[in-house]
């Protein structure tokens, strides 16, 4: 046990935070206002990762045989706690590399691999993630698209919702039903779906959270070429498992919390509360919250570097993240009184992107409820 | 970065556990906590095994000694783990006659450990001071919190001082040492209560398969765990001002929720002699109330970072 970088690693970390100064327009901020799903955002994101894809830097945590340089899980933790610091230029395509790709070099045919690892290793492709349904949030297994085989085709139908990104996507990670008679876990097959194909509708739901944030996706009589599905037919949930547990571990949003948290004093010592001491000890908490969030990340990650497979510390670790969002937050309108009300205030701004994570990929219940058992081994009855 | 313990880790872990397993545990520390008694003989034998004086050892260092100070506090050991391991290595650069007891000039408070240690150490500000102490110089102050606690009878002779500067340096340690000892508590007070709550049934089901207490409990548990990592790291890093607060405030304010979380799931059960949760739950409150609490060791966070020129990390 021990709590140093490696030397490679502080280098790295040095030269991407100078190429984020380098790379970054200056309208940047402007632009990352509306978060990674914001239209300037997500069509900037383009140019950016094919910028950190020429450093080689985009995929460096990939196996060499598919394009990446074999690095640690500590290396690519670095690119996500750099990016989120700024507000994540990568824009949606973090995903990509996250999860849908290694998803892919798991469960996909050569042909697959062959089209999207190069395009994701290029930075130029955007994804979305099709999971969540109007009667299937929490409990996802309740999802009820249908993509039912006629021939060398599935026929899908049905909706997705809350799918962010999904506005500039090129392709769609789809979990749908495929045996209509199958209940819960089986009889599900994920599809990575062409976005121009006929017969998607993408609506807006507008929310109060940021433009562009929610959508609803409409399929009707979408016709999939056999040739997207990815893994076995009726047995994607393993698919799904594979790809939630690399999702695990998730936007380093601590990263951006402790930031936020040393502008915040600034703003108090402009506004005279740094001399208050109720001021000076809420501070103090949340710092507390978002060094306790950036530990147990670590902890998830040091588990993942050893190739352990996922444990309830990844539910334990989005449990203090979410922690951490909240007691910034509280401190922005501690701080800013009721000028964290006004549109596009530091204030108001950093609570509108945080208020979402309790919920976005999965809901601090569901993670306590999964600390409790698996954790705790608190019995079930 | 690694965050599992080495083999070297282990090893202590395993020798320091294994001793505990036999000298210390609930039953132990009622029965000293009757007779109004720290443990001298666990004292002893911790200090002749070398398991106090972990942080100057050569091959290990004070992330180490937070390891046993650790596992010394969650097996309910009566000894003065965190002030002889940690803060007496830390000031004084050596180790100290144990046991070790830690005051504030001119607190007129209890002190945990004072009417049975040898020697005391002392914040007064910018200098920490050594006192031997005398016997009969504190007396026994009665209380439920499962540590003998003593007040000064008289005027404490001044001691010798440890240097400019060396208050702050006790300071640090101190708070690195109770958030240790609270982490070890908090944990074993977790353990007691969540087997509780597994066996006790009502309304025909356990207890804890009620998600009312399944999420009060879960969310307990990600409060100990970030209190474990903040203070090993707090260590690690040679207990720097702000770190040291951190870990300490985040520690002291967990163990407030710990204790009313712990308590209430227990029941009546829980406030009796006879379960064992009162031994880690009842320390819990002597730990966050030392030197001033949550509060002060919060305050002394945020200057270290926002206000002293803001290189307290
Ligand atoms: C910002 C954001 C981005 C998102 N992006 C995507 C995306 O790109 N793709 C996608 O597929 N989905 C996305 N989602 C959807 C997200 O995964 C779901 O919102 C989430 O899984 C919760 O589902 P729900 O909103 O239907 O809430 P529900 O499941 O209806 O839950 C409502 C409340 O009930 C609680 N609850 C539910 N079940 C239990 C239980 N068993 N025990 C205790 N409490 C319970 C929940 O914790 C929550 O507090 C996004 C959501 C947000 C907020």
Not at chain 1, 101 to 130: D, F, R
Not at chain 1, 189 to 204: K, N, Q
Request: net charge negative; with cysteine; aromatic share 8%.
């Amino acid at each position: 046990m021990e709590f140093s970088w490696l030397e490679a690693d502080l280098t790295f970390r040095r030269e991407l935070i100078d190429f984020l100064q380098r790379t970054l327009p200056e309208e940047w901020d402007e632009m990352a206002k509306d978060g990674p799903g914001g239209d300037a955002q997500a069509t900037y994101s383009r140019e950016f990762c094919a910028a950190l894809a020429e450093h080689g830097w985009l995929t460096q945590h990939w196996p060499k045989e598919y394009g990446g340089k074999d690095a640690t899980p500590w290396r690519h933790a670095i690119v996500g706690e750099e990016m989120w610091k700024v507000g994540e230029p990568r824009g949606a395509q973090y995903m990509n590399v996250n999860w849908v790709g290694p998803t892919i070099m798991k469960y996909g045919t050569e042909e697959q691999k062959a089209l999207h690892l190069p395009l994701i290793s290029s930075g130029n492709v955007l994804w979305c993630q099709g999971f969540s349904e109007p009667e299937a949030g929490s409990d996802l297994v309740a999802l009820r698209t249908l993509a039912l085989r006629e021939g060398d085709h599935y026929v899908v139908n049905g909706s997705k919702i809350w799918t962010s990104y999904v506005n500039h996507a090129d392709y769609c990670f789809l979990v749908a039903r495929s045996d209509p008679e199958s209940k819960r876990h089986q009889g599900i097959t994920v599809l990575l779906l062409p976005m121009d194909l006929d017969g998607i509708e993408v609506r807006e739901i507008p929310s109060v959270v940021g433009e562009r944030y929610f959508h609803e996706v409409f399929f009707t009589d979408v016709r999939v070429p056999v040739s997207c599905r990815l893994g076995p037919e009726n047995a994607g949930w393993d698919v799904v498992t594979y790809s939630l547990a690399y999702e695990r571990v998730g936007a380093a949003r601590y990263a951006r919390a402790v930031l936020t948290l040393d502008a915040l004093a600034e703003h108090a010592r402009e506004r005279g509360l740094l001399e208050d001491p109720t001021v000076l000890e809420r501070l103090s908490e949340a710092r507390e919250v978002c060094e306790m969030a950036r530990l147990l990340t670590y902890r998830v990650i040091d588990l993942r570097a050893k190739d352990s497979s996922p444990t309830a510390d990844t539910n334990v670790a989005r449990v203090a993240g979410t922690m951490a969002e909240r007691a910034v937050s509280e401190l922005a309108l501690a701080v800013f009184g009721t000028d964290a009300l006004v549109y596009g205030n530091f204030g108001e701004s950093y609570f509108r992107m945080a208020m979402t994570a309790g919920v976005a990929t999965g809901t601090t219940e569901v993670n306590l409820n999964l600390v409790a058992s698996r954790f705790l081994g608190l019995p079930r009855e | 970065m690694d965050l599992a313990p080495n083999e070297e880790q282990q090893a202590i872990l395993d020798a320091v556990e294994s001793l505990l397993g036999q000298r210390a545990g609930a039953a132990r520390a009622i029965e000293l906590d009757r007779l109004g008694e720290a443990d001298a003989d666990l004292q002893a034998e911790l200090d002749q095994s070398g398991f106090l004086d972990i942080a100057l050892d050569d091959e290990m260092g004070f992330l180490e000694a937070v390891l046993v100070v650790e596992a010394i506090s969650q097996a309910g050991g009566l000894v003065t783990a965190g002030a002889s391991a940690l803060v007496a290595p830390g000031v004084a650069g050596e180790s100290l006659p144990g046991p070790v007891a830690l005051m504030q000039a001119g607190d007129k408070g209890p002190v945990r450990y004072a009417a049975q240690a040898r020697t005391l150490l002392v914040d007064a500000g910018d200098e920490a001071f050594r006192v031997e102490i005398e016997p009969g110089a504190f007396e026994v102050v009665t209380s439920n919190v499962m540590f003998p606690l003593g007040r000064a009878v008289g005027e404490l002779p001044d001691g010798d001082s440890l240097g400019a500067g060396s208050g702050a340096l006790l300071r640090n340690w101190w708070r690195v040492a109770l958030a240790a000892e609270m982490v070890g508590a908090m944990q074993a007070a977790l353990d007691v209560t969540v087997e509780f709550v597994t066996g006790r049934r009502q309304f025909g089901r356990a207890i804890g398969s009620f998600q009312a207490v399944q999420h009060r409990l879960a969310t307990c548990a990600v409060l100990v765990e970030g209190s474990r990592w903040l203070v090993r790291e707090a260590a690690f890093r040679g207990a720097p001002p702000e770190a040291a607060a951190t870990a300490a405030g985040h520690a002291a304010a967990a163990a407030g929720r710990l204790f009313e979380e712990t308590q209430q799931l227990t029941g009546a059960m829980g406030y009796t002699r006879e379960h064992d949760l009162h031994v880690w739950s009842m320390r819990l409150q002597a730990l966050r109330l030392e030197l001033g609490g949550a509060g002060e060791h919060r305050r002394a966070a945020a200057r270290a970072r926002w206000l002293d020129g803001g290189s307290g990390a």
